[in-house]
């Protein structure tokens, strides 16, 4: 092989390398030109993304944070019709658990790689920077512990079953992985598809109430006493729920469903630089310190979750975006088969 061609290869190998990009003073101050950010978020606005705009726009007071909280089904459904629009999108960065899998499907995100990135494990982000996790969700059971006697604790999937949880189980099973359905695909994950349908079956027997406020709702209605059980809460909203009084306790029954929260910047965006600079920030130890303060489990290796316990002890089923698709499509079968109820006409 002449010079020449391997010269050509070194630096078609390079260019193939994302390159990670650091808050430069250049990024900073064309951020500060464009003035604001808009920001279409599913974290809960007292606890995560609200705190995370003012401690941003107390760092860089010359950009304004516009954040909308939506679940993650209506976001990416306003992105994809903007995008239609044919004008510049209104949002400049998007999360969610699967969205960003649909969004690489439409063309419709900038690839972007935070230098504070390289603090979040590779098994959380997305290698070319289509995105990247800002928090972990662990789903667990949950109980409300003036209702339930510590011996009575279910432990494992199986305790669901018992008789005498018949119609004291709560449930959001919302089409999305972090709506509850991603109960039922971790079952069939961990159970195989014959015998988890069979549980499946045996727990549409108990009589289950639905809950229509999503999965932070089952935590708060197990706080207030209105169900005994939770058959899928994320744990770390016990922590939010207690710091209100609340009683709720959270059973890692294995393996425990991981997924998480992963933010990105959209394509065609209004204010590319403040997006940038956002995501930057959010990821960054002081962005992922507010998160942790709110009572979420920060994605970072740098920053501990306020209680270690909420990511650690327990055997996780993790499911990235792109598998999380697909394994939803799979979970929806199960539920109109065997929770209708529970399935929007």
């Not at 099973?173 to 709506?179: H, R």
């Not at 079952?187 to 988890?196: H, Q, W, Y």
């Not at 996780?316 to 792109?322: K, Q, T």
Request: aromatic content about 8%; charged content about 20%.
């Amino acid at each position: 092989m002449s010079r020449l061609p391997r010269l050509w290869l070194a630096c078609a190998l390079v260019a193939c390398v994302p390159v990670a990009h650091a808050a430069t003073p250049t990024l900073i101050e064309a951020a500060k030109r464009e003035g604001r950010v808009t920001w279409y978020t599913t974290l809960l606005v007292d606890d995560a993304s609200g705190p995370l705009a003012a401690a941003f726009e107390k760092k860089y007071p010359e950009i304004q944070v516009t954040f909308v909280r939506r679940d993650g089904t209506r976001n990416l459904n306003l992105i994809l019709e903007e995008a239609k629009s044919g004008s510049a999108a209104r949002a400049d960065v998007f999360d969610g658990t699967t969205t960003a899998a649909f969004l690489m499907k439409a063309g419709l995100i900038e690839p972007f790689i935070a230098d504070t990135a390289k603090d979040i494990p590779a098994a959380y982000k997305d290698p070319n920077g289509y995105w990247t996790a800002q928090v972990l969700y662990f789903q667990t059971i949950g109980y409300n512990a003036d209702l339930v006697a510590p011996r009575d604790v279910p432990k494992t999937y199986e305790d669901l079953l018992d008789p005498k949880w018949k119609g004291r189980l709560a449930w959001s099973v919302d089409p999305q992985m972090t709506g509850g359905i991603g109960f039922i695909v971790n079952v069939l994950s961990a159970m195989g598809e014959a015998k988890g349908m069979d549980y499946l079956e045996k727990l549409s027997r108990q009589e289950i109430q639905r809950v229509t406020t999503g999965l932070n709702g089952v935590t708060v209605a197990l706080a207030e006493k209105k169900y005994a059980i939770g058959v899928t809460i994320d744990n770390h909203h016990t922590l939010i729920a207690n710091a209100k009084g609340g009683r709720v306790g959270w059973v890692a029954a294995e393996p425990v469903l991981g997924l998480s929260n992963n933010i990105g910047l959209v394509k065609n965006a209004m204010h590319p630089n403040a997006g940038k600079l956002l995501i930057d920030f959010i990821l960054s130890e002081e962005g992922q310190t507010v998160l942790r303060d709110g009572h979420h489990i920060p994605a970072s290796a740098k920053v501990a979750a306020s209680d270690p316990k909420l990511k650690q002890g327990f055997r996780v089923n993790y499911i990235s975006p792109d598998k999380g698709v697909e394994a939803t499509e799979r979970g929806m079968v199960a539920l109109r088969r065997y929770f209708p109820q529970f399935v929007e006409k």
